[in-house]
């Protein structure tokens, strides 16, 4: 490393944004991962085989770095968005014409998107043919599951708000099913759309979950799953996982 | 004090010591986060952004014609993932194909770890779960195929290469 980076990290001021000061030995090399805010989701060492590429394809990481996408992005176009039927799809239009890189904002919101729904499924067909669902992942599976459904419903509440003719008969099909659920009927749909017929009130349902409660949910959720896959021992092809109980003691004890 | 209260043990077995037991096991093989795994999310990371980057800068997400509820287009499909979902309710009643058949997979998904109890991970000790949730995939991705890519105007049959009614 250059003489310049070496002065830069043995700064006062690096070092206090850092706490560790980094050098190249085995224990700076934990401090590094055990004293970052950020880093320390991880182990400080990790088996050599979470090291190999095939172990999980890095899909579900694929996944979160999608998500991390989609935040950048979403939080760049809501400065320009309105959620109001006079307004939104003339947003859309200043959005790719005046708003400095607005339409390469958008796209890669969109292709983001796509693209999350698609490796989100392949994750989870990566972890069913490994059987890392089995103990003690059945949980983390579960928390999986909620997690499709979520990115799922991120998708479809996004895919209303660009308010054009596309956006607009899409959600009509794809709410008409609603109203077969069983019991609620009509009002399950009336419910989901706040009125009986795609409009305002939808569009303003669609986008507070877009960009509120839904994210909240899947940060939530994200934050509990990779918690687990922590815990619950890195990628399978060992099912030991962090103790959660001290080992017991085995008593035999009979009448 | 009366002699059956007394508790008796009986020697079932003779288990080794946990230290014992640890020290014949493999020592696992492990390395340091940082570097070694950190630099290959930061790789898979760099690579994922510039497919999304590359995908942004070659396709504009589409922009249709201001929403009219009263201008019913030919052809209104749902967004692709939705789409297998639209072409099971073309064969089935809503209730079977909207209600019961999307609650029953996702209650599957859910349970999915309650209900297959064998601990074997690897595919040919457990033919039967692997055959049936393959079988459902690849429905699954079947119906998704034929609903976003061979379906036209009224869910008529359309052949993509023909014509392409898919909508990103
Ligand atoms: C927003 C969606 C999701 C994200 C961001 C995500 C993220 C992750 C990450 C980063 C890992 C670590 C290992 C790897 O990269 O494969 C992981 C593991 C895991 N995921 Fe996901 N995941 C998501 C959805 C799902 C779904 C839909 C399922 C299943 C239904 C699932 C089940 C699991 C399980 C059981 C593990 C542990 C696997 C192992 O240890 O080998 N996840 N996930």
Redesign the interface.
Known sequence: MSKTGDRVRASAAWRSVFRAPHTDTPRGRAMATFQNFFLHVYPVKVPRRALSFRSTLRLGFASAVLFGVLLVSGLYLMFFYVPSITDAYFDMHEIATAVAFGQFVRNAHRWAAHLMVLVVFLHMLRVFYAGAYKSPRQFNWVVGVLLLLGTLGLSFTGYLLPWDQLAFWAVTVGTNIASYAPFLGESARRALLGAPEVGGKALLRFYVFHVYALPAVLVTLLGVHIWRVRKDGLASGDAQGERAEPPQEVSASAG | MPAEAE???????V?PR?GEVAAEREP???????????V??AV??AG??V???A???A???????????N???PV???????AG??EL?SHFH??IA??FLPTAA?LG??L???L?L??????RA?RVA?VT?TLL?VVAVLLTVVGAFFRGPGWSWAWPWQHLYL??
């Open positions: 508790p008796r043990y009986r020697l079932l077995g288990v946990e696992e093989d492990t390395v340091f986060t940082w570097p070694h795994l950190l290959r999310h898979v990371a994922v952004i497919v999304v980057f995908l942004a800068i396709f504009d997400a589409p922009l249709k014609e201001m929403a009219n509820p201008l019913t287009p209104a499909k749902a967004p692709w993932y939705f979902l639209q309710l809503p209730m909207g209600v996702v998904l859910l999915l770890p309650y297959d064998n601990p074997a991970t690897e595919a457990r692997v949730f995939v909508e990103l």
